[in-house]
């Protein structure tokens, strides 16, 4: 069965510094993957998605995320993260296929520090 | 441009209980799911649509009724509310199935059983 790990459940970065979260996944083929962004109070917001082609994928706010499907990663990185950053962030992954089902990470929370 | 809207933003309810949450999207997105999100547990599916006229279950659907007469609305009713189901709803919608289409989610609904 499909499924998308993400180790980290907080992460804590200065601000202006870079920053790295991370998700696996485990799925036969190369499934098609999502960042998904949650602020407080607020619902998930898109991000970025990988379907196919270039293996690094830019997405809004300045982040971006690389496929490497020889770890089965999809890592999402900024590099110097600002205050509205801070944030839960959710990794996805889905067959490709419209007739499945998204599957979501239990996600990872930011802290900014000032 | 509304997008997805969810109707109450909170709510309180006793044990025993029922009501429904509302979901309304204005993009003709034939494709509408629900999640609930819990601590630590990330966004699981409860029920889902693929169009009007048709709902099947998710991960998580026992004690959960939805149904889809128009494109645009997409209701939960929890039939007799339960301390466990006592969460943060969130309605998504798509223009195709969640396999290969990003969703847009609505704002929640912060839900409280006593």
């Known amino acids: 069965a499909q499924s998308v790990t993400q180790p980290d459940i907080h992460i804590t970065v200065s601000e202006g510094a870079s920053l790295e979260l991370r998700c696996n996944y485990s799925y036969g083929a190369t499934p098609y993957l999502f960042w998904y962004v949650q602020s407080p109070g607020q619902g998930l917001q898109l991000l970025l998605k990988y379907f196919s082609g270039d293996t690094l994928v830019q997405g809004i706010k300045g982040f971006e995320a690389e496929f490497k499907r020889s770890q089965s990663s999809f890592n999402l990185r900024k590099p110097s993260v600002h205050w509205s950053d801070a944030a839960e962030y959710f990794c996805?992954?889905?067959?490709?296929?419209?007739?499945?089902?998204?599957?979501f990470g239990k996600g990872t929370r930011l802290h900014i520090l000032p | 441009n509304a997008g997805v809207t969810q109707t109450p933003k909170f709510q309180v309810l006793k044990t025993g209980q029922s009501m429904t949450l509302q979901c309304a999207q204005d993009?003709?997105?034939?494709?509408m799911s629900w999640y609930r999100q819990d601590p630590g547990m990330g966004l699981r599916l409860i029920h889902y649509s693929v169009g009007a006229g048709i709902t099947d279950q998710g991960e998580v659907p026992n004690g959960y009724n939805v149904s889809r007469s128009t494109t645009e609305d997409f209701p939960l009713r929890l039939l007799s509310a339960a301390p466990s189901q006592t969460s943060v709803y969130f309605c998504?919608?798509?223009?195709?199935?969640?396999?290969?289409?990003?969703?847009?989610f609505g704002d929640g609904t912060r839900l409280s059983i006593l």
């Open positions: 998504a919608s798509s223009y195709g199935g969640t396999g290969d289409q990003p969703q847009h």
């Open positions: 996805a992954v889905a067959p490709g296929d419209r007739d499945d089902k998204i599957i």
């Open positions: 993009m003709n997105h034939e494709y």
